[in-house]
């Protein structure tokens, strides 16, 4: 990013070796985002330090709610349910399986987003601003409207850096197709150079595509209808779910064992049975989801309620969630899963 923007006089070359290590080394996104551009930063290092009462409420806010979670909900999910079934999806009936890839989907989401929350809000108390990565993205009405809520700093650096230099759109309909099949499919080789990461990239080309050309004809899509609208977003959290199968399995063998189980061993008998012994898991996740899809203005009425309390509330709130983060904490405490990227 420094060599490319500097190029571009996008930025200044910076005025001393130790700022270029900082920016490089910068310790709350290091390890997972959000994917920090020279241009965005460096200039960041040569303001003064300030962070005024409201920033400080809304740093804390994020980093507690990242935390939460992380924590209270994703490792709970992942530990009691999801990783007991991905690691032997065989073992289990079909809807145990749907179950756990729709599980593993809200995993995913509040993991990552809890760990970009929490660099966010700590880079905001050291004095530097740090780009929003995430935009509810399981409330998309399209697969290219998902990829513009979710990991947005690395959505955009694929663009901008290797979907736009291919060509982007401007060399006809057919090339456009194609540079977007090359920059999802070197997406998914950015997670990982197996076969699983290459067929979830490839999806999600394959939808950016089709989609591209389905709007062009669809009589639904600027309509502004609920139910249109409900069935835009359930359509597409459906199809990005389905791609979790290849992002999750730790082989193309367990991807199709999983796919096996759905399809041919749903048994639908054991549905209540199973629900009532993962009850906890199932609560959780419905919890997870409920609050994901809740009005915006919801959320943001508690975050500036949050901000405006006094120092002592925060004190008190920020005391009572760490409690309840405790409780959680399990001794298989789950890394943050885009560690491993």
């Not at 399981?138 to 809520?149: D, E, L, M, P, Q």
């Not at 499919?185 to 950016?208: C, D, K, P």
């Not at 199709?256 to 759905?262: D, E, F, R, S, T």
């Not at 399809?263 to 629900?275: K, L």
């Amino acid at each position: 990013s420094y060599t490319v923007d500097v190029y571009r006089g996008k930025v200044d070359p910076v005025k001393h070796i130790l700022d270029f290590g900082f920016y490089v080394s910068f310790f709350p996104q290091l390890v997972a985002g959000p994917i920090v551009r020279a241009s965005e930063f460096i200039p960041q290092l040569y303001k003064r330090y300030k962070l005024s009462y409201q920033e400080f409420g809304f740093a804390l806010f994020l980093i507690l709610k990242g935390l939460t979670k992380k924590i209270v909900i994703g490792d709970f999910i992942a530990i009691n349910f999801i990783d007991r079934v991905f690691a032997n999806p065989s073992g289990y009936s079909g809807f145990e399986n749907l179950s756990a890839l729709f599980g593993y989907s809200l995993q995913v989401y509040v993991d990552f987003s809890g760990y970009t929350d929490i660099a966010i809000g700590v880079a905001l108390l050291l004095g530097f601003r740090l780009p929003k990565n995430f935009n509810a993205p399981y409330k998309a009405t399209s697969v290219g409207n998902f990829w513009k809520r979710w990991h947005i700093s690395l959505s955009s650096w694929l663009k901008d850096y290797l979907y736009i230099p291919l060509g982007g759109n401007r060399k006809g309909r057919i090339l456009t197709d194609v540079n977007l099949m090359i920059t999802m499919l070197l997406g998914g080789l950015w997670h990982g150079a197996s076969w699983q990461f290459l067929v979830w990239g490839g999806l999600n080309g394959v939808g950016l595509v089709i989609y591209k050309q389905w709007k062009k004809i669809s009589p639904y899509e600027k309509s502004k209808h609920w139910a249109v609208r409900f069935w835009k977003i359930l359509n597409t959290f459906v199809f990005i779910t389905f791609t979790r199968i290849w992002f999750r399995s730790e082989s193309m063998e367990k991807a199709n064992q999983l796919i096996h189980q759905i399809i041919h061993e749903f048994d639908a008998s054991i549905i209540p049975q199973v629900i009532w012994s993962y009850r906890m898991v199932f609560g959780i996740m419905a919890l997870g989801y409920f609050s994901h899809w809740v009005p915006e203005r919801w959320k943001q009425a508690m975050l500036d309620r949050f901000i405006r309390t006094s120092v002592w509330a925060k004190i008190g709130i920020t005391i009572l969630i760490l409690f309840v983060i405790y409780q959680s904490w399990s001794s298989d405490l789950q890394p943050f899963i885009y560690f491993q990227f």
